[in-house]
């Protein structure tokens, strides 16, 4: 009862919610509706009316609805367990286009604002327009050194101010192919001492790396970045897949409009893959993800732009950030089984890396758990995860599916590298 009661509260570290629609076929219409799965086990009454009323009254998919609601997302990895502000959407146009404003302030202090205006549906759905802006003030982020071989006992912590300003579109040709492009001005990030309520004895990023590339900078430089990519998804649900794939390709450049010191690029590969083993009562989740970065002679990639593995969505039984380097190599296996109609149990194994050279990337890094979802039959509304590596346990709560890419929807400059 209590995972059913607070996701519409917990939503501090989530990416956005705005996915395109959901696939044609996966639409039902009252007079048509999609079987949901069967559990192992009868579902108690109690679950089934708490999973009514919340459905009715924040609907199924968690999209924004027009006028004031209350910002419950837009917060990086490690904000804290809630976050929560005021934000505001008015659609425009005959819902052609909406303009979108918000703010708030999570458990560790950090906080962000932002606003957008998006033409979603133009060209007969085709194509999305859209430009954005968002301020971030994440107050404690991890932080351990560069390499494959960092001590867990070495971990530090900083705070990074940021402003960025992007323009995007995206053009789909059909329902299961997209191509985007993005185009933004990262304005000069600020590195400072970590800060915010409950903060750990960790020591300060600048005072443990302070030869690490940016760390000791008095100022860091204005980066105009960009992204193109392809995305091929034919997923059932976004928010609750049971069948489909997801595959994507990306290029990301950074240009350092300084002393072009940072300038490199990003080359990126990742697939998805739901297959049903017994219908909807068995599924079978698969993950790979490819980061390869480019970097010009005698260039380097500031720490907080630094690709890197460990957290609630990687590496599950590892801290938050735990690992940063060039390159990272990601593999994920996951069996899902009905256990009630809203109620999925899991256990999974996450495999991965990161290399200073891409030759080098291994999967010596290495996870097992399982854990609990709770879900209606589009969108994950929580989950649980218990999850040991090598350098011990690690429980997970958050309120989406742990293959939910926030890459494939985050407009903003991701900054830090969040994985």
């Known amino acids: 009862m209590a995972i059913v009661a607070i996701p519409n509260l917990a939503r501090a570290q989530d990416d956005r919610f705005d996915d395109p629609p959901d696939p044609a076929q996966a639409t039902t219409s009252p007079s048509a509706p999609s079987p949901a799965a ?40 490690g904000s804290g367990f809630v976050s929560a502000g005021p934000g505001y959407r008015r659609y425009l146009f005959n819902k052609q ?20 205006f998006e033409a979603p549906d133009i060209a007969n759905h085709h194509l999305t327009l859209g430009t954005q802006g968002m301020w971030q003030n994440p107050t404690q982020i991890n932080y351990w050194g560069i390499g494959p071989d960092t001590v867990d006992a070495d971990q530090s912590q900083y705070q990074l101010r940021s402003f960025d300003v992007v323009s995007y579109a995206a053009y789909r040709p059909n329902d299961w192919l997209t191509f985007g ?25 600048q005072q443990a790396f302070p030869n690490d590339p940016g760390v000791s900078l008095p100022f860091q430089p204005n980066f105009l970045h960009s992204e193109t990519s392809a995305i ?15 595959y994507r390709a990306a290029l990301t450049t950074y240009s350092d409009r300084g002393t072009g010191v940072f300038s490199f690029n990003q080359y990126e590969a990742e697939g998805l893959q ?15 993800w490819l980061l390869w970065t480019g970097i010009p002679t005698d260039n380097q990639i500031p720490f907080y732009l630094l690709p890197s593995l ?11 950030y735990r690992f940063h380097d060039n390159n990272l190599v990601l593999a994920q296996v996951e069996s899902r089984w009905a256990l009630f109609t809203n109620v999925d149990g899991a256990i999974f194994v996450d495999a991965g890396n990161v290399a200073p050279v891409f030759s080098n990337l291994n999967f010596d890094q290495w996870d097992v758990g ?5 879900h209606t039959q589009r969108t994950t509304w929580a989950r649980l995860d218990v999850a040991h590596g090598l350098e011990g346990w690690q429980v997970v709560f958050r309120t989406s599916d742990p293959l939910r890419l926030g890459r494939v929807t985050r407009r903003i400059a991701a900054i830090p590298f969040v994985p």
Request: net charge positive; glycine share 14%.
């Open 38 to 77: 069967t559990g192992l086990f009868a579902q108690p009454r109690l679950l089934t009316n708490a999973v009514q009323l919340f459905t009715g009254q924040f609907g199924d998919t968690g999209q924004k609805k027009n006028g004031w609601y209350v910002e419950l997302s837009n917060m990086i990895t």
């Open 97 to 116: 286009a909406f303009i979108d404003g918000s703010a708030a302030v999570s458990w560790h202090l950090y906080n962000m604002a932002q606003m957008r």
């Open 181 to 205: 492009g993005e185009l933004g001005y990262l304005f000069r990030p600020h590195v400072l001492n970590a800060g915010g309520t409950f903060k750990p004895n960790f020591p300060d990023t």
């Open 232 to 246: 091929v998804d034919t997923r059932d649900y976004r928010g609750h897949p049971t069948r489909g794939s997801l």
């Open 274 to 288: 739901f297959i049903r083993l017994n219908g909807r009562q068995w599924i079978l989740a698969l993950h790979g």
């Open 310 to 320: 460990g957290g609630q969505n990687t590496l599950r039984g590892y801290s938050n």
């Open 370 to 374: 399982a854990g609990l979802r709770l």
